[in-house]
Structures are given as C-alpha cells and as structure tokens.
C-alpha cells in the first residue's frame, strides 16, 4: 500500500527474507555484547516475589529478576505462567519453502479454488521459493518434503521434481493473543503474545515494537530507577495495538478467498482503497504509524511517535531520533534556551535547547501546532507537550522516568 506521501523519512514498505531480518538483528546483537545460547530450549519455569528459575533442557538453570517470553506462537513460556490465549483456529494454511527442481516451474503467481500460490527465484544461485496453499488446514507438526510435494501436485498436477529443501514452513490464520502480556515477573512480547495470519507483513513490526516499549521500561524497574508498577503499561498499550492487528488481518484474510461474491467484496474495497484519504487510514494502520497510546487529553502528538525532524542546535544541525540512539528519554525545548529546569532528572533525562522551523506533520492527522516543548519516551514516543510554565511536566518524568533525584 502506498505511503510514499507520508511525513515520514522512510515512506515505503519494505520486503526482507526472514533469514535477512536474522541476521541484521543478531549482527546488533552482537555489538552490544549479549549473549545467545544456542540449542537450549526452557523446559520450565518457577517464580515468586523476588525472581524467577528457568529450567533448561540440558539440566542446567538460570535465575533472575524478569523472563520475557519471546518463544513463538506455541511459547511454552506462556503456558508455564499460566496464561490464557484465546482467539480463532485455523481456517486455511499454507507452505512456503525454498528448494531445488528438476523441472521448470510455473513461474508467477497463481489464484485458484485453493487460494494464492507462487514460484519465485531466490537469490540464491538455482533454489526456487515456493508459496503454496494446502487444500486443507495442515497439523501442527512440523511440514516435511512429501508435504510440499503433495501439496504441489494438488495445485500443479506435479510436483516438478522437488528436492533437498533449504528450509520449509507452514502458516495458517489461527488468530490469537494472551489475555495478559504479564504474569507477576513474567512478559511476552511478539508472537508469544499474539499469532495472526501474515498479511501485510504487520507481525515483525509490531513484535518489535511489543520489544522496544517493554526495554526500556524492565530496564528501569530493575535498574531501581523506577517502580514496578512501570511494567503494567507494557500490557495497557500494546495489547490493544495488537488486536487492532488481529482485527484488520482476519479481514484480509476473508478477502483473499476464491469466492465470487468475495471478489466483488474485494474489487470494492479496493476501489476505496484508491481514494486519498482511506488509503491513508489503513497505510497508516499496516505500517503502525498511526499508533496512538492513551496518555490523557492534550496536544495531538501527546502519546504518538515524535516526527524524526532536522533540529538546529547550538552545536550544528541535529535529528530526533538521533538523541534517542543511547535509549535515554529526551526534554526537547523549542522556545528560549535554557527555560527548563529538570535537575533532579538530569542524571537520566538529555535536555536540549534547538529550533525547528518547519512544518509540523502526522500521519493520518496531517499538520498539526508547533510545540514549545515535548518529552520524548526512550521509544520514541511523547510522554509530555507542554510550554514554559512547565505544567504536568514534573508529573510526566516521574511517571516514565522515575521519582526525582533529592538534592
């Protein structure tokens, strides 16, 4: 869907292998020192009051303050805490994988009775990537090879010789999510807290987004910086993030089905889509710009992501999302230098004096009044707009960021 006309620097979407997006974010990782251990699973987990034990299937264990589940759609993690995760089964599913033919595929997209397949060449060298829709809604097993095959001669009448799979995987619509993304000392976030059908591409953003809100919360109540009662925002403004999601994709979904009357279902609201300003509602919806947390009544940008702008500091010119690359919250003051006095946060919070004299614009809303001041979240969204009186603001650090500093 097109946002290229949206105020934002990266107004496109943009479609990565799963083993590309892997290795862009263990290369992160990996530059900030954190450990992975690899071919352990968790067996089981045990919490009171003051940590949690988590078993490991080599015998060993590990203690600590905090675990987040981020163990897939069947997070064992989940289920050890005890939480629900109600929603809807299955109603079709379909593999993908990347192997090698013996004979030339059909290459391209093809729609049937059975719903949408497809043959594409990976990069690669020979492998091909194959998207095909089961006839009916597979186990829950892991797919294997006679899988694929047989998948493929139901669609093909052949299954053009496949072999030696790079990888395969299945994927359904079963649409779901916890009831609590926090049980006491244990989090979810991503598919662990939500599964739905893959339309759109929106599960990868919002499990990422699910991260960066909760990191810099956990990272604060167990730095003592800030109280425990933090981490019950983490569930307040993502849960109702990610069943706007699992709403929009079950809707997809239907429309994606070999049916006249569905077609004709999809022809209309495509032809809405076409139109201004409903392609920018749901563009903004998909890509997740449009989020919205509900920090109370005030300036439009109150609770939405803060516009990556070119500022003019003292020091030369200077991006927003710059100052948020240490995970440190920022005071950004627009008006005279130095009206804000916030030293008994000074020791967590960046205050910065600089100039904005463009437009001020969001998605979906379009421009809306310049601020004086605004206090941006770690996650780059904004706890605070307010103006030199300072109303609310020392209110708004201590909620986020702490209680003050004594002198």
Same mark, same amino acid.
């Given at each position: ?20 997006? #892997? +290795? ?27 940590? $949690?034990?988590?078993?490991? &299937? ?28 109600? %929603? ?15 004979? #030339? ?18 990069? #690669?060298?020979?492998? $091909?990537?194959?998207?095909? @829709? ?20 139901? $669609? ?7 072999? &030696?799979?790079?990888?395969? &995987?299945?994927? @359904? ?10 049980? +006491? ?20 953003? @919002? ?19 800030? *109280? ?28 994606? +089905? *070999? ?10 609201? &495509? ?45 030369? /010119? ?10 440190? /919250? ?7 230098? %130095? ?18 004299? %463009?437009?001020?614009?969001? /998605? @979906? ?14 996650? %780059?969204? $904004? ?25």
């Amino acid at each position: 869907m097109d946002i290229s006309d949206f105020p934002t620097r990266h107004n496109y979407g943009l479609g990565l292998w799963q083993n590309q997006i #892997e +290795r862009i974010l263990a290369g992160w990782v990996h530059e900030l020192r954190v450990p992975i251990y690899y071919g352990i699973e968790v067996t089981g987990l045990a919490q009171d009051d003051t940590r $949690v034990d988590v078993q490991l &299937s080599d015998g060993q264990s590990l203690r600590a303050d905090y675990l987040v589940g981020c163990d897939g759609g069947r997070s064992l993690i989940r289920k050890a805490a005890g939480i629900e995760f109600p %929603g809807w089964d299955p109603t079709t599913s379909s593999l993908i994988a990347e192997v090698e033919m013996a004979e #030339e595929p059909e290459w391209g997209i093809r729609r049937d009775a059975f719903g949408l397949h497809a043959f594409s060449r990976s990069e #690669e060298g020979g492998r $091909v990537r194959v998207l095909v @829709t089961e006839q009916h809604v597979g186990p829950t097993t892991e797919p294997t090879l006679r899988d694929l095959s047989e998948a493929l001669i139901a $669609v093909y009448g052949t299954d053009y010789g496949i072999h &030696s799979p790079t990888w395969i &995987s299945r994927f @359904t619509d079963m649409t779901r999510q916890a009831a609590a993304y926090r049980d +006491r000392r244990v989090l979810l976030a991503g598919d662990a807290a939500h599964v739905h059908a893959p339309d759109g591409g929106q599960g990868l953003q @919002t499990g990422v987004q699910d991260a960066v809100n909760l990191g810099w919360k956990l990272a604060q109540v167990v730095n003592r910086t800030s *109280p425990e009662s933090l981490l019950d925002t983490y569930h307040a403004e993502r849960h109702p993030v990610a069943a706007r999601v699992l709403r929009n994709t079950m809707a997809q979904t239907v429309l994606l +089905r *070999p049916d006249e009357r569905i077609e004709a279902l999809r022809d209309t609201v &495509s032809e809405l889509l076409s139109m201004d300003e409903p392609r920018k509602r749901f563009a903004a919806m998909m890509s997740g710009l449009d989020i919205h947390y509900d920090l109370g009544e005030g300036h439009p940008l109150l609770g939405r992501r803060m516009p990556d702008l070119d500022l003019v500091t003292a020091n030369g /010119p200077l991006r927003v999302f710059t100052l948020l690359h240490d995970a440190r /919250p920022v005071l950004l003051n627009l008006d005279e230098p %130095g009206g804000f006095d916030i030293t008994p946060w000074a020791d967590r919070v960046q205050s910065i004096d600089a100039k904005y004299v %463009g437009t001020w614009e969001l /998605p @979906t809303l379009g421009a809306v009044t310049a601020p004086t001041a605004v206090l941006i979240r770690p996650d %780059g969204y $904004v706890a605070w707009v307010g103006d030199l009186t300072q109303l609310g603001l020392h209110d708004a650090l201590t909620t986020w960021f702490g209680p003050p500093t004594a002198a």
